[in-house]
T-cell receptor, first 110, second 112 residues
Framework: GENVEQHPSTLSVQEGDSAVIKCTYS??????FPWYKQELGKGPQLIIDIRSNVGEKKDQRIAVTLNKTAKHFSLHITETQPEDSAVYFC?????????FGAGTTVTVRA | DADVTQTPRNRITKTGKRIMLECSQTKGHDRMYWYRQDPGLGLRLIYY???????NKGEISDGYSVSRQAQAKFSLSLESAIPNQTALYFC???????????FGEGSWLTVV
């Protein structure tokens, strides 16, 4: 099955700086790569996703890039704000079952 | 109201007891999932169901069973709970041609 690795496990950034989270996947058949944000006491919520026919996607301050050859994808958050503090998960799938990375705890320092 | 509702939200149970976590959804989705979250391990798939008559094991199904009572209902059971099943459990759904998975709010289970 699919194996997703995520780095770093924790990330502390100054408010206004950028944050980058990187993931690698093992199954070359994977074609869907979502990113989820989990706030304390809540379930994960989709924030952005990308499909294998696209190399980059942007939505306001967040962007995701995909390198199919290297089997890695990244989440970029620009101009970080306190409300960006959360746990972020990457995931990958070739079908309808998501395999998740271990998560990155992002802390934005005021 | 939440689209994916889990009950109970918190439960403490004793080793050896049977416990059921219930999930219902109002999204009209065919596909339903149970995931387990542990610190440092992310979300791991326990069981999934793509239709009322379809049940499949995920990567960590040992010690768990499920029942798909209706399109909108998918329950997870621990027949004889053990302490290492202490975790946060999530029900999730997806539907149509899309891959997006929508999560419930989670059920904290503590086995003592």
């Amino acid at each position: 099955g699919e194996n997703v690795e995520q780095h770093p496990s924790t990330l502390s950034v100054q408010e206004g700086d950028s944050a980058v989270i990187k993931c690698t996947y093992s199954d070359s058949a994977s074609n869907y790569f979502p990113w989820y944000k989990q706030e304390l006491g809540k379930g994960p919520q989709l924030i952005i996703d990308i499909r294998s026919n696209v190399g980059e996607k942007k939505d306001q301050r967040i962007a995701v890039t995909l390198n199919k050859t290297a089997k890695h994808f990244s989440l970029h958050i620009t101009e970080t704000q306190p409300e960006d503090s959360a746990v972020y998960f990457c995931a990958a799938t070739p079908d309808y079952k998501l395999s998740f990375g271990a998560g990155t705890t992002v802390t934005v320092r005021a | 109201d939440a689209d994916v509702t889990q009950t109970p939200r918190n439960r403490i149970t004793k080793t050896g007891k049977r416990i059921m976590l219930e999930c219902s959804q109002t999204k009209g989705h065919d596909r339903m999932y149970w995931y387990r979250q542990d610190p440092g391990l992310g979300l791991r798939l326990i069981y999934y169901s793509f239709d009322v008559k379809d049940i499949n094991k995920g990567e960590i199904s040992d010690g768990y069973s499920v029942s798909r009572q209706a399109q909108a209902k998918f329950s997870l059971s621990l027949e004889s709970a053990i302490p290492n099943q202490t975790a946060l459990y999530f029900c999730a759904t997806s539907g149509g041609g899309g891959n997006t998975i929508y999560f419930g709010e989670g059920s904290w289970l503590t086995v003592v």
